[in-house]
């Protein structure tokens, strides 16, 4: 079965006949790139506030 569209494909296919995407990939390696990519957000999400909070802190001392 496709992960992408639930379609059913002949078994050992490498390309989904009704998406046509790639499925060779194991789901579980599909699951832990979603996971990855997940991670990579949050880490991007904190990169974010931390880079905020560091120049609330250089606004700060230049206004003393
Ligand atoms: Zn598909």
Not at 2 to 8: I, N
Not at 43 to 48: I, K, N, S, V
Request: proline share 3%; aromatic share 2%.
């Amino acid at each position: 079965m496709c992960p992408y569209c639930q379609a059913e494909s002949a078994d050992h296919a490498l390309v989904c006949a009704s998406c046509a995407r790639d499925i060779a990939v194991p789901a579980t390696l599909i699951a832990e790139r979603d996971d990855l990519l997940r991670k990579r957000d949050q880490l991007r999400d904190e990169l974010t506030r931390a880079r905020n909070e560091v120049e609330a802190i250089m606004q700060r001392r230049k206004s003393r």
